[in-house]
């Protein structure tokens, strides 16, 4: 068997196995086209007559990765770099070798450490960055922002195990033919997956899935989505009307079933809303209220500041410290028998482990930098953004 066909064979089990513990990437490598090639030291994605193309140097993957893991880990690396659009947006960053580094960084923290090779990148890496102890997954922008310049470059050029191979493949990448082929691949690895295989990704890459497919979260009109969810009930009265005659007697006044309609609306006051979008989403709560739903307000930050009822007139929101959601549903919790729902108005950035035992609506801001659904949603609550399109 000749080294090139080893090679094919070699790559071709590692997707298989890849399907086992990552059938996302797996998914992902299956939909591109692959080509083993000197022309780069070791492997890198590009785009090929018009397809996201898996570039491998043969010499590299047989002779420098002796693990399965480190070959599974070269592998989920290239993919990521899809996923999260570097091949589109490194023509918008001067500094290529920079902009390389910190997309490594980037995608290798979605990457397990035991299945890095030798000599590749990583947040732990000593003295790249200016804040070593964040070793949570970040944006590439973060990355560039704040790399070390003098090990950015260092890094650059001696980091022989995966980086180097973007900044010359992707130079001749031409963005917006990227971007469809890339978007494209990712929504028929989506649906291969399936919304049970989704909800089982990381979040960081969950929501970058998300992100580069609108399919995956579509967009909808969250002002009828708030008027739909504070309009169902679970009590109801009758009441006499004039506008109906009565079954029984065939005269006025008549019945009518009315439902008791309870919304608890939490803010989050930790000082990231913006003051447009809260003024939009006080607008809906007034014609919300103006229904005759009874609506009271919760003043929620890292605790619950304060809580009233809704009377027409906007509230001066109290708080101003960290973000924290649990308080504020364990609130709505301790009265659960008496709402009917809460929606809870925030930009998504903060910690949650208590479940809601009742209805809850995410309602998030149009300043947040997250994309897809956030942590802080649990399975089965509905997350809507607030498209400035949709109001």
């Given at each position: 068997?000749?080294?090139?066909?080893?090679?094919q064979?070699?790559i071709?089990?590692a997707?298989?196995a890849?399907?086992?513990?990552?059938?996302f990437?797996?998914?992902?490598?299956m939909?591109?086209?692959?080509?083993?090639?000197?022309?780069?030291?070791?492997a890198?994605?590009?785009?090929?007559?018009?397809?996201?193309?898996?570039l491998?140097?043969p010499?590299?993957?047989?002779?420098?990765?002796?693990?399965?893991?480190?070959?599974?880990?070269?592998?989920?690396?290239?993919?990521?770099?899809?996923?999260?659009?570097?091949?589109?947006?490194?023509?918008?960053f001067?500094?290529?070798?920079?902009f390389?580094?910190?997309?490594d960084?980037?995608?290798?923290?979605l990457?397990?450490?035991?299945?890095?090779?030798?000599g590749?990148?990583?947040?732990?890496?000593?003295?790249?960055?200016?804040?070593?102890?964040?070793?949570?997954?970040?944006?590439?922008?973060?990355?560039?922002?704040?790399?070390?310049?003098?090990?950015?470059?260092s890094?650059?050029?001696?980091?022989?195990?995966?980086?180097?191979?973007?900044?010359?493949?992707?130079?001749?990448?031409?963005?917006?033919?990227?971007?469809?082929?890339a978007g494209?691949l990712v929504?028929r690895?989506?649906?291969?997956?399936g919304s049970?295989?989704?909800?089982?990704?990381?979040?960081?890459?969950?929501?970058?899935?998300e992100?580069?497919?609108?399919?995956?979260?579509?967009?909808?009109?969250?002002?009828?989505?708030?008027h739909?969810?504070?309009?169902?009930?679970?009590?109801?009265?009758?009441?006499?009307?004039?506008?109906r005659?009565?079954?029984?007697?065939?005269?006025?006044?008549?019945?009518?079933?009315r439902s008791?309609?309870h919304v608890a609306?939490?803010?989050?006051?930790?000082?990231?809303?913006d003051?447009d979008?809260?003024?939009?989403?006080?607008?809906?709560?007034?014609?919300?209220?103006?229904t005759?739903?009874?609506?009271?307000?919760?003043?929620?930050d890292?605790?619950?500041?304060?809580?009233?009822?809704?009377?027409?007139?906007?509230?001066?929101?109290?708080?101003?410290?960290?973000?924290?959601f649990?308080?504020?549903i364990?609130?709505?919790?301790?009265?659960?028998h008496?709402v009917?729902?809460?929606?809870?108005?925030?930009d998504?950035?903060?910690?949650?482990?208590?479940?809601c035992?009742?209805?809850?609506?995410?309602?998030?801001?149009?300043g947040?930098?997250?994309h897809?659904?956030?942590?802080?949603?649990?399975?089965?609550?509905?997350v809507?953004?607030m498209?400035p399109l949709?109001?």
């Open positions: 068997m000749d080294r090139s066909t080893e090679a064979a070699s071709g089990r997707i298989s890849l399907l086992l513990n990552h059938p990437h797996a998914h992902v490598l939909g591109m086209k692959r080509q083993l090639t000197s022309d780069v030291e070791t890198a994605v590009s785009m090929r007559e018009g397809r996201i193309c898996l491998v140097n010499t590299f993957w047989l002779d420098r990765l002796t693990s399965d893991r480190h070959r599974q880990g070269v592998l989920q690396h290239e993919v990521l770099h899809v996923v999260l659009g570097h091949l589109v947006r490194h023509h918008a001067s500094d290529k070798q920079r390389n580094v910190a997309a960084l980037a995608v290798n923290c990457v397990g450490l035991e299945e890095l090779p030798a590749a990148l990583h947040v732990a890496t000593p003295g790249l960055l200016d804040e070593p102890d964040q070793l949570t997954f970040q944006t590439v922008d973060w990355y560039f922002e704040r790399l070390l310049q003098p090990a950015a470059e890094a650059a050029e001696s980091a022989a195990s995966m980086s180097g191979a973007g900044c010359e493949v992707w130079a001749d990448v031409d963005p917006a033919l990227a971007a469809s082929a494209e929504s690895s989506a649906r291969a997956l049970s295989g989704l909800a089982r990704l990381p979040h960081a890459l969950r929501g970058a899935v992100a580069a497919d609108p399919s995956v979260e579509a967009p909808v009109d969250w002002r009828r989505v708030l739909v969810f504070s309009g169902r009930s679970r009590r109801t009265r009758l009441a006499t009307t004039l506008k005659a009565s079954k029984r007697y065939g005269r006025v006044p008549g019945v009518r079933v008791l309609s609306v939490a803010i989050d006051t930790s000082g990231s809303i003051e979008q809260l003024a939009r989403f006080m607008r809906e709560v007034d014609r919300i209220w103006r005759g739903t009874t609506v009271t307000v919760i003043h929620a890292e605790l619950v500041r304060h809580t009233e009822p809704y009377r027409g007139v906007v509230p001066e929101l109290q708080g101003g410290c960290g973000t924290d649990d308080p504020a364990e609130w709505v919790n301790a009265r659960r008496l009917d729902g809460l929606v809870y108005f925030t998504a950035d903060g910690p949650r482990t208590v479940p035992r009742c209805r809850l609506l995410w309602l998030v801001s149009q947040s930098e997250r897809g659904r956030p942590r802080c949603a649990l399975s089965g609550e509905r809507v953004r498209d949709s109001g």
